[in-house]
């Protein structure tokens, strides 16, 4: 493993701007750089790159991280592999973590084993390209199909010949565990052996770096199954991977869109015809792997599927599983093909402007939701709208928090007769059992809360307090108002969706600082999404801001401003960042984005944050900012006390006491509080 300290010194030593604008050409924008987006297809720039903050994020499609992110996003390079290609471009030495013997030799023998099964896959691709072309039948096969021999040596079609054990010719050791263990070949319960693939045009699987990971075979004769893949091995997974992402990359940009099929032939029969964005799904429902790896290739999907009921019965599946991931600023659209044709038929009777003029009518997912819905159930009746009440309730609750959810629950409620508050009260009612599916990038993904917009409970104003000896000073009535709503200057202008936090009630002031606990802080902040929680508060966001900003500050943290934070209930992602930056070290932006744990609570919300970042100007100082906002923080808290006291009739010497040594407290920080 590569040291959490490496990486950050690398960060600090790599100029994100160098990096990014190896691939992406940037003109200079105010105090940043824009470019036009390499994630996504775009024809205004929106994708900007700090150079102070050193991370880039596109307004675009949300693409955002450090420049090792980038790489990694940009090129397929793992982890490590854009660490060593950064350190070696400032003449680092990457330094591993001293391993074990055992697990030195661990990852020696993996090594080899994915050496071993890509070899062995090469080989048997080779096998098939050069039977293909000897292969009359497969020919007259993919003819008929209207390819041409440009397309299939563009796919790389092959044909696995009739042989019971073909691929004995090409691996003289037929018993090697290796060709079993990469799914070439099966073994029978009797031990022996055969080639998987028999009579079948071939079809080569590769992944998002172009690797070789698998094959899909089409039977062109009379037989069952009509497609068959390669099993789960090492490097194939059918649930993770898209048949023809690789070779789409271009077209997607192109088109603007990415078009998701159901086989292989309607990605090669489409790719024929000019259409060159299309993919495929390898055998299975699409799953959450799936729609995360094609909105990194495009802000635009469209799923095609058959119009019949099999075909609907699919586009309803991979809705349920897009909700999630949906977000006001993509698209994701449903093409329902008549019930004869297929991509493929369709695109070889009408031609590609035909297909392209259906394309653009494709269904909304908001449509589609909404009709499937309506037509499960008798909307004409009472018990029939109630019905579909109940079984849309967790379809709406999967959605993110957005315009979008809010179009639909109100398209939705006008559909069952209910007015917008009495739906969202049924929501409200009825918590979903199950947690909504986490992603990286999903800012737009976050559930919002209910916490009061400033974080602190509001002063009852149930009785009259009389301003004798030892009350509060009148002028302080305006504090902890101005910080509930939103009139103060650390009453951020807009509240961030975000994630609950234990609870929206201040916790009672204790006084004077005591010792900070340095157990209490944790990184990863993994919090989950819940209804009835539902955003940071102002505060909160504001302080997450100042330190993303500014890393810097958390080395001038003392006992006394950790106190305030650690009693802040709200306050919970604010003290994970700070246990990130002193855990890492990192000192700039886009060092605490690459350092946060990918699919946490914190990641998620630092990331929303990146485009305000972009949109600020530099602080003058931004330490006094952060003294100021711990200092109204603690009056706050105090007010919030002191009204509890007086609430409960300041009846014991105890009571009144705290109360005169909450009195004291405010009056010598009021005098530090600056003047508005």
């Known amino acids: 493993m590569i040291p959490e300290s490496f990486v950050q010194e690398l960060l600090a030593r790599v100029d994100v701007v160098d990096v990014v604008g190896r691939y992406v050409q940037l003109r200079k924008g105010g105090a940043n750089l824009l470019g036009l987006c390499p994630f996504h297809n775009e024809k205004s720039p929106s994708f900007t790159v700090s150079p102070t903050k050193q991370f880039y994020h596109c307004f675009g499609c949300g693409a955002h991280g450090s420049a090792i992110t980038f790489l990694m996003e940009h090129t397929g390079a793992s982890f490590p592999e854009a660490v060593r290609t950064l350190a070696s471009s400032v003449g680092l030495a990457v330094p591993e973590t001293p391993r074990s013997p055992r697990q030195r030799e661990a990852d020696k023998r993996q090594k080899e084993e994915i050496s071993r099964h890509q070899q062995v896959l090469d080989m048997a691709q080779a096998h098939y390209t050069d039977a293909l072309k000897r292969s009359q039948p497969a020919i007259h096969y993919l003819k008929q199909r209207g390819l041409s021999g440009e397309t299939a040596a563009r796919f790389g079609l092959g044909w696995s010949g009739n042989d019971r054990r073909g691929l004995a010719s090409v691996f003289p050791h037929y018993e090697d565990a290796v060709l079993v263990e990469s799914g070439l070949v099966i073994e029978a319960e009797d031990g022996r052996r055969y080639d998987r693939f028999r009579e079948r045009v071939m079809f080569p699987i590769r992944n998002t770096r172009g690797k070789l990971i698998g094959f899909g075979g089409r039977i062109i004769g009379k037989g069952e199954p009509k497609y068959l893949n390669s099993p789960e091995t090492t490097l194939f997974s059918k649930g993770h991977e898209l048949y023809g992402l690789w070779e789409a990359r271009a077209g997607i940009r192109s088109e603007g869109h990415v078009l998701v099929v159901e086989g292989y032939m309607d990605v090669v029969g489409l790719a024929q015809h000019g259409l060159g964005n299309a993919v495929a799904t390898l055998g299975t429902s699409t799953t959450p792997h799936h729609i995360q790896k094609l909105l990194r290739a495009s802000n635009r ?23 999630p991931l949906v977000r006001d600023d993509i698209s994701m659209r449903f093409l329902f093909l008549p019930a004869e044709h297929d991509p493929d038929s369709y695109i070889r009777n009408f031609g590609a402007e035909a297909f392209r003029a259906t394309v653009s009518e494709a269904m909304p997912l908001s449509r589609f939701m ?34 979008l959810r809010l179009q639909i629950e109100r398209e939705f409620a006008r559909m069952v007769m209910l007015t917008p508050e009495e739906l969202a009260a049924m929501l409200e009612a009825s918590p979903v059992q199950a947690e909504p599916l986490q992603i990286h990038p999903p800012s737009q993904g976050i559930v919002p809360s209910d916490i009061g917009r400033g974080g602190i409970a509001p002063v009852s104003r149930s009785e009259p307090v009389s301003r004798e000896a030892g009350m509060p000073p009148a002028y302080l009535d305006e504090g902890l108002d101005a910080l509930v709503s939103g009139h103060g200057q650390w009453a951020a202008d807009s509240i961030l969706p975000g994630y609950s936090e234990e609870s929206s009630q201040a916790a009672p002031y204790h006084g004077s600082p005591g010792a900070h606990n340095p157990g209490t802080g944790r990184y990863t902040g993994r919090g989950r999404p819940t209804r009835g ?28 401003q950790l106190e305030i934070l650690q009693q802040g209930p709200h306050l919970v992602l604010v003290r994970d960042l700070i246990t990130l930056a002193n855990m890492s070290g990192a000192r700039h932006a886009g060092a605490l984005l690459q350092a946060a744990d990918p699919g946490s609570a914190l990641a998620d919300v630092l990331a929303s944050l990146t485009p305000e970042l972009l949109a600020e100007e530099e602080l003058p100082d931004p330490q006094a900012e952060w003294n100021d906002a711990l200092l109204r923080m603690e009056l706050a808290a105090i007010r919030a006390e002191q009204s509890a006291l007086v609430e409960s009739g300041l009846k014991d010497e105890f009571s009144r006491r705290r109360y005169q040594e909450l009195t004291r407290r405010i009056t010598l920080l009021n005098t530090n509080v600056p003047t508005q």
């Open 301 to 323: 999907i469209v799923f095609s599927f058959d119009g019949d009921k099999a075909g609907r019965r699919a586009a309803w599946r991979a809705l349920t599983t897009c909700l």
């Open 370 to 403: 909404l009709e499937e819905l309506a037509s499960r159930h008798a909307m004409d009746e009472a018990e029939g709208r109630a019905a579909c009440v109940h079984e849309a309730k967790p379809l709406l609750a999967l959605l993110p928090e957005g315009t």
């Open 533 to 560: 929680a539902r955003t940071v508060t102002p505060l909160a966001k504001r302080l997450l801001r100042l330190l993303l900003a500014h890393p810097q500050i958390v080395d001038a943290l003392g006992d006394q």
